[in-house]
């Protein structure tokens, strides 16, 4: 079977750094993504990985080793607002996108 | 504004009344989704279409149906609304169904069948 595994829950202290993994388990790979979710809102599109290393893009950045069918979503400098679920999808061989359950972020003061 | 609509915001159903959640494009996207998120379960995909007049079915399709008449416009029906059925529904879509595109969701229905 296909399978996404992060996990359920983390809290961070604003200002600090906290790193979300992702594993993945995918009949193929063309990319894997990353999305932000708030409480009683959409998701969102956060990052698009689809060769291995680290993409940045802010205080966001997003690391793919393909070979280890390993992500992470690392976020620096945390701001209460970065308090959400973050989402991690993995698009196979049929650019079906695969999703994980989600691990909800804390962000404590 | 482009984007996606999504009718009702939420809504209270009988069960085995029969509901229509109403999904609106304007992106010109050819493929789009219907999921059901439920707490600890994730993003489950009901129905799809890769491109208008065709359609397929997700990873629980049963209870559900859609129709793709044209591009802009993907509903979804439940014939016969049932408990197991409340949830909160998004709808997606994206520019082409087999190309690495970026999914846009619609800001969600929340069902409660009772």
């Known amino acids: 079977g296909q399978n996404i595994d992060q996990p359920t829950e983390m809290t961070a202290t604003e200002g600090a750094i906290v790193q979300i993994n992702c594993t993945y388990q995918t009949s193929g790979f063309n990319g894997l993504f990353w999305y932000q979710q708030h409480a009683g809102e959409a998701p969102t599109f956060l990052s698009y990985n689809v060769l291995d290393g680290l993409e940045e893009k802010g205080r966001f950045s997003s690391f793919l080793s393909r070979s280890k069918g390993y992500s992470y979503l690392l976020l620096k400098e945390l701001q209460m607002k970065d308090s959400a679920s973050y989402l991690c999808?993995?698009?196979?061989?049929?650019?079906?996108?695969?999703w994980g359950a989600g691990t909800k972020l804390i962000i404590k003061p | 504004i482009a984007g996606i609509t999504q009718a009702p915001t939420s809504q209270i159903l009988a069960a085995g009344r029969r509901m229509t959640l109403r999904c609106t494009q304007d992106m010109r996207h050819n493929a789009m989704y219907w999921y059901r998120q439920d707490l600890g379960l994730g993003l489950r995909l009901i129905h799809y279409?890769?491109?208008?007049?065709?359609?397929g079915k997700g990873e629980v399709p049963d209870g559900y149906s859609v129709s793709r008449a044209n591009t802009d416009d993907f509903p979804l029906t439940l014939a016969s609304a049932v408990p197991s059925q409340t949830s909160v529904y998004f709808c997606?879509?994206?520019?082409?169904?087999?190309?690495?595109?970026?999914?846009?969701f619609g800001p969600g229905t929340r069902l409660t069948v009772l």
């Open positions: 999808a993995v698009l196979n061989s049929n650019y079906q996108l695969i």
């Open positions: 279409s890769n491109t208008a007049g065709t359609t």
């Open positions: 997606a879509s994206r520019r082409l169904a087999g190309a690495q595109d970026t999914q846009y």
